[in-house]
């Protein structure tokens, strides 16, 4: 019997070679179907993130806005980047920045930013440190009593101004808040939220002394407690808003189906 | 859940070697240009990240076990399996569901593994199957993890290590030497200088490769359970020991060769020194361990006779589901 032949006689032979075949042809085209079929619709910003109060921020003190210029490699147009300094508690760490970057919309689906410990190294920074940090929401309560966080700190081995550094970061996808990359991203992915908007807010410190990490920790706590309630209750977008773009979303859909069968029936393209 | 005869009439159900290596190269060759993307991320991180370069070796390494192992692959050589099959249904779910919802890289390199895997079972069967765990597990560790997660779960580790490592190193003539932040700082005569500076992970890098010098090394020859689960044990220190042994190296190299903190020199001799002592530690421990245990099996023939004699001999397996 010819080699061929003999090859081909078994039958989980052949099923592999179907099965795997048909993945050859078709399961990127499927998956890359599928996943506009679940495309996410675009939820805008109640209010932009520049008219945010800075006064907001108690315990800190407004020195300047670096959100400028920057929206090609944040890759969003509403984001904020403030630099402030610590007025009352935790005057040891200097200085800090906050950082808040809206997402949402479609087109090529809804990409979900780096975060710093990927980010930084790049710059020759190496992570020294890692954990979460619990950041008490008092005025969110009943709905969200307190958010988890994740902080790193950082060291630079040549740079002097921010040789250690601590980052902290959370991210908000309509409105829950998800302390990892990717159980943000898994919120955003799932079939079910057709409309979603991500957030990611992130503070970033100064290590006052190689061993004062909880004052670089306590000064993330009060900053991220200041801006989050701030952001919540004036700038993302609410449960409503969210049904409320979905809706639209639908009806322009529908009107665009209806305006295309009639186009059809009329004989144009 | 198995069958399916691949040979004529009555004939005897052992199949032809040449028959089962061409099944095989085919499914492989389909995995894998179904999984091209995949396969490309993983080529793409062994070639960027010295973390993960020893994929690169893993042609070389798959074709040795096999060379090593080849009676026992022969002998184990059955009728495939259909479990292969749902194993193949669970890799592609385990690719698609990711794909769909959110671009998991990671999940999507599992699922090219288990259709590896599934491939394996449905062509030549349970036997050849469990003598091929360890290359599936060679072929994980070859599946880059992203910053985040080996960074979350190596940072314990790194500062041991640098601990450990900071020791001899203090200990040099006409030198001190001290753990800063995940560096080493360190003063040599006139000299100072840094250990690992803008290294990222240099506490714990190289243990995948570590991990599969000595899956290869321990799986080169056949075992019995007892002794996998000792040697599995010593891998245990022999992997924290090269580690350890890595970060010496290069602080050695690095004082005593006078180079600069970002000169490449340290790092490619701690990277040969640790590959080398993981090799070496591995071997070593697997001559004791199969010492040991042919003394006892001398000592006591009846646990000799109870565990199926075995050893470290090559044997004929009767395992399969023919």
New interface residues.
Partial sequence: MPFLGRAIKQPQFVAGAVILMLMVVGMHAVARTAGAWLEKRPVPIRKPLRQMDRNKITGFRFVEDRGFGQAKFVETDEYLEWRLVPTERFKETQIAYLGVYFYTGSGKGLQIPHTPEVCYRQSGNQVTDMGKLEIPTPDLAPEIKSITATYVRMSHPTEVANKDICVAYVFCVNGKFFESREKARIQVGLPWNRAVYLAKIDCTVRVPAPHRLDAAIGACRLMLSRAIPELVREHFPRAVDIEAALAETAAESGARLGTSSASTAMGEP | MSG?????GSAPSRT?P??VL??LA??VA??L??FR?ELRMVLSSARSFSEWSHGFAMPLVLLAFVLCRKDDLRAAMN????W??VL??VG?SI??IP????Q?GYARLLGMVC?LA??IL??AGWGIARICVPLILMLWLCLPLT??TM??SS?FLQRMSMKAAAIPLQHLPDGSARVK???IAYQHGRRTG?IG??????GARLIPACLVIGLMVVFTRRRSAGRIALLTLLSVPIVLGCNVLRITTWGVTAIYGGFG?ISNVPRNVSLVTALVAALAGFGLACLAVDGIANVASRLFPFEDEQSGNGGAEPCAVSSGDG
């Avoid at chain 2, 009728?79 to 259909?82: H, T």
């Avoid at chain 2, 794909?99 to 959110?102: A, F, L, R």
């Avoid at chain 2, 500076?197 to 240099?202: D, G, N, T």
């Fill in positions: 399916g005869s691949d040979v004529d032809d040449a028959v061409f099944r085919v499914l389909l995995v240009l179904a993307a009728r495939g399996s259909w292969g099959i193949i249904a592609l690719w698609f794909s769909i919802i959110s998991f259709c599934g491939v449905a062509v910053e985040r960074d979350s940072l932040g995940m560096t840094e500076l803008a290294e990222q992970r240099f903190e």
